[in-house]
């Protein structure tokens, strides 16, 4: 089960990344009418909850820096910055090395408890590989998100 779990994880980075790569970076910053975020921030968002379920939430040192909790955490959005943003070429960076340095940290501890945390959906998440599992889900729906952003920008 294990396997899977980096499979899937990896598959899903993935193709974040294959569309992330074809974003015109002189629309990542743009925010769609009637939106909060960009599609920067959506990136930058995922970067930031990686970092948070397989580091913080585990017991383990954050390894991005700070900026990216004040910019792109919950509830947070661009019309508020007051920080300059990491760049595209450094969200995709962060990105990248992201799936592989979470595997060798966590692999073989999918089965370790955490303190129970629960998520703004309401799912409960007691282990590691309920952690991992679960960025997923929520990097599948900022994928969405992303790609209707995008979609939104390009016919503009």
Do not use: C
């Not at 959906?121 to 679960?134: A, D, P, W």
């Amino acid at each position: 089960m294990e396997q899977a779990i980096w499979r899937q994880l990896e598959f899903v980075r993935a193709q974040t990344l294959k569309l992330a790569r074809t974003l015109p970076e002189e629309k990542v910053r743009v925010i769609p009418e009637g939106f909060r975020n960009h599609m920067l921030w959506n990136l930058g968002h995922l970067a930031l909850v990686m970092d948070k379920y397989a580091f913080s939430f585990t017991g383990r040192i954050p390894e991005l820096p700070a900026i990216y909790q004040e910019l792109f955490a919950n509830g947070t959005t661009p019309l508020e910055w007051t920080s300059e943003s990491p760049s595209l070429k450094d969200i995709l960076a962060v990105l990248e090395a992201q799936p592989e340095r979470v595997r060798t940290v966590l692999s073989g501890r999918l089965d370790d408890p955490i303190e129970p945390y629960s998520t703004s959906s309401g799912y409960r998440i007691e282990t590691v590989g309920q952690l991992i599992n679960f960025t997923t889900y929520h990097e599948g729906m900022h994928f969405s998100i992303i790609k209707l952003y995008n979609k939104l920008i390009q016919g503009s």
